[in-house]
């Protein structure tokens, strides 16, 4: 596994016998995952098949969860689709609300939704899933492959990039940024706009949350897999997968359905998404089943070694990471994806650790959970940019009631 040098800007050391007790998420799917054996390209050879997929139709195996969201769907206080699995059962699959105001055309348990930042593992795992066929390590210098390079970016690494350590300054950090949220721009013309910008920290000083990070990365998956970003991941991941619903959005008509925010004048259609500018960090599209999918072989050891996949999981954040707002630990900061007790943050509160991502982005709010102990599965996804709190609650009440656990009845305010 991995022993974690606490030092600024250091990376972790393989010590695979440590593995458990850095990952704090042991289990005995974590334990098989040690010993199996891996190909060439870094597939495992005795990876459990993935469940055959089941029809997109409505499940609600969840009472609490089917009752009290069809009284928030009722309401108009919550609009947007849930999938809850466990192990290779689908126990909870509903869609509440409209696809779009402008028609009333309903949501349905197969509608399209922009990801948002739950598109980052896919950008991560893409460059895992390069180091795993041995074409890049994301221990090399980000300069290797951005050529000209900025001086200061000298001390870059891939893994700064897509750990949020990189101490780049932030799309939203920087000035004008009103104007580059609403002008399109290429992979190319991003990497250029990062260069301008000297570094905020010393690389793996600090965690930051970082989008340019990702759009670099993207930029790198590029020039590694002689691809273009969206057609390496169809090629790497959606289509040996048949993931058909998921992609990245270009300039065309995927079936996207629409974000919306809620204003004084009511609710109200978010119809330039612009994700040009987050194309490594927040542009892909997808399905709840087609998220299940994805959930379902990322963490049963479908798409990445076991190598490959203990570093995204791991903490890479440093020492001295403060924790959450009201002392609650902070969280694991792994290469797209994130790792914490969520139940703490609704009363009455559950321990379990859950691997997760949040995601939001021009008129949606998203968070795809993953318990890896039980392999509980638990997507929603809401094309209402201001139903944050929802989706958070809403999240950890599946969760719960899948577990087992007292169900929740709301967010611990602290």
């Not at 009290?68 to 809850?84: D, I, K, Q, S």
């Not at 795992?125 to 390079?149: F, T």
């Not at 929802?390 to 950890?396: A, D, F, K, P, R």
Request: hydrophobic fraction near 45%.
């Amino acid at each position: 596994m991995f022993d974690v040098p606490r030092t600024a800007g250091s990376h972790p050391r393989l010590v695979l016998s440590l593995i458990a007790a850095v990952l704090l998420i042991g289990g005995s799917g974590l334990a098989a995952a040690l010993t199996s054996r891996t190909t060439a390209a870094g597939a495992r050879l005795d990876a459990p098949l993935l469940p055959p997929r089941e029809p997109a139709v409505v499940v609600e195996d969840l009472p609490k969860l089917a009752e009290r969201l069809r009284r928030e769907g009722e309401a108009g206080r919550f609009m947007g689709a849930v999938l809850v699995a466990r192990g290779d059962k689908v126990l909870f699959r509903q869609a509440y609300g409209i696809a779009d105001v402008a028609t009333g055309a309903p949501l349905t348990v197969g509608s399209r939704f922009r990801l948002a930042s739950i598109s980052k593992q896919f950008t991560a795992a893409a460059i895992l899933k390069l180091q795993d066929e041995g074409q890049l390590s994301v221990d090399d210098p980000v300069c290797k492959w951005i050529q000209p390079c900025p001086e200061a970016w000298a001390p870059l690494r891939i893994h700064h990039l897509i750990s949020h350590t990189s101490g780049i300054p932030d799309l939203m950090a920087r000035p004008a940024w009103g104007l580059r949220r609403v002008t399109p721009a290429t992979i190319g013309e991003l990497t250029e706009d990062s260069k301008l910008y000297r570094l905020s920290f010393v690389p793996g000083e600090k965690v930051r949350y970082n989008n340019a990070g990702f759009n670099l990365a993207a930029d790198i998956v590029e020039k590694a897999s002689g691809l273009g970003f969206g057609a390496y991941l169809k090629a790497a991941f959606f289509e040996p997968l048949g993931m058909a619903d998921t992609g990245l959005e270009e300039d065309i008509d995927h079936g996207i359905v629409t974000g919306h925010a809620n204003f004084p004048a009511g609710l109200t259609a978010q119809r330039d998404p612009n994700v040009s500018i987050v194309v490594g960090a927040g542009a892909l599209y997808s399905t709840l089943d087609d998220v299940l999918v994805w959930q379902r072989a990322l963490h049963g050891g479908q798409v990445l070694s076991v190598e490959g996949y203990a570093r995204m999981i791991m903490d890479h954040s440093p020492a001295d990471q403060p924790n959450e707002r009201g002392g609650r630990p902070h969280r694991t900061w792994g290469y797209g994806l994130m790792a914490n007790r969520l139940g703490q943050r609704v009363t009455p509160a559950f321990q379990d650790y859950e691997i997760y991502h949040t995601g939001s982005w021009s008129g949606f709010r998203n968070l795809a959970a993953w318990q890896p102990e039980a392999s509980v599965a638990v997507i929603v996804l809401s094309n209402n940019y201001h139903q944050q709190p929802q989706v958070l609650l809403i999240s950890q009440q599946a969760m719960a009631e899948a577990l087992g656990h007292t169900f929740p009845t709301g967010l611990d305010r602290n």
